[in-house]
């Protein structure tokens, strides 16, 4: 079976710091990593996802993850945080279906 | 191009009632996936349908049941609601593989 683990449920965080959200999976196949960002009364928002090859996967609005398989962890990062950024965020795990696996979510909060 | 829309936007129901909540795909999507997610929580699969077919189920009661239709549009609908069915009910369509766009999502209510 598949899941993930997200490490902190609240981040706070300076505008112009570096923002860091940890996610770990577990799966017995190789995974598909994602992260979606989710605004206040809104839907889900795919970030960025690793399926294969490169390691450091970018994706919108400045952030980056990358997969180490061998401490299964896929963290999320964005060296200068914004305002806009204040959401929560999945990361979220698949086994080549369609069906995603997500964590609890980590609410960022960026201050002025 | 108009992204995955669901309606109604909102819903209040009361226990014991049943509810049905629809999914528009983006145009050439062939694939609907259903997630529930309750207040402070991550999003649970539910369904997925491939070309109106179930491909997927989640952990969830047969009073959850879902269909597609020939256009790929999709009906969640759940039976004798529970105060715990209260949560945001999210549809996703897909044409490559794991590449899943979110509808805005149903806020239901059971009063």
């Known amino acids: 079976a598949q899941s993930v683990t997200q490490l902190g449920s609240h981040v706070s965080v300076s505008e112009g710091a570096l923002v860091l959200l940890r996610c770990n999976y577990s799966?017995?196949?190789?995974?598909?990593l994602f992260w979606y960002v989710q605004y206040p009364n809104q839907g889900l928002q795919l970030l960025l996802k690793?399926?294969?090859?490169?390691?450091l996967v970018k994706g919108i609005n400045g952030f980056e993850a990358e997969f180490k398989k061998s401490e299964t962890s896929f963290h999320l990062t964005k060296p200068s945080a914004h305002m806009s950024d204040a959401a929560e965020y999945f990361c979220?795990?698949?086994?080549?279906?369609?069906?995603?696996?997500f964590g609890t979510g980590t609410r960022l909060q960026v201050f002025p | 191009d108009a992204g995955v829309t669901q309606s109604p936007t909102h819903l209040i129901k009361t226990r014991g009632q049943h509810v049905t909540l629809r999914c528009s795909p983006i145009?050439?999507?062939?694939?609907v996936s259903w997630y529930q997610q309750v207040l402070g929580q991550g999003p649970q699969f539910i369904f997925q349908?491939?070309?109106?077919?179930?491909?997927g189920r989640g952990n969830f009661p047969d009073r959850f049941s879902a269909r597609q239709f020939p256009n790929y549009s999709s009906e969640l609908n759940v039976n004798a609601l529970l105060l715990g069915d209260s949560a945001l009910y999210l549809c996703?369509?897909?044409?490559?593989?794991?590449?899943?766009?979110f509808g805005p999502g149903t806020r239901l209510t059971v009063l």
């Open positions: 996703a369509s897909s044409s490559a593989y794991n590449e899943q766009f």
């Open positions: 799966s017995s196949v190789p995974p598909y």
């Open positions: 690793y399926t294969t090859g490169a390691t």
């Open positions: 979220a795990v698949s086994d080549n279906t369609d069906k995603l696996i």
């Open positions: 145009s050439g999507h062939k694939s």
């Open positions: 349908y491939y070309e109106k077919e179930e491909r």
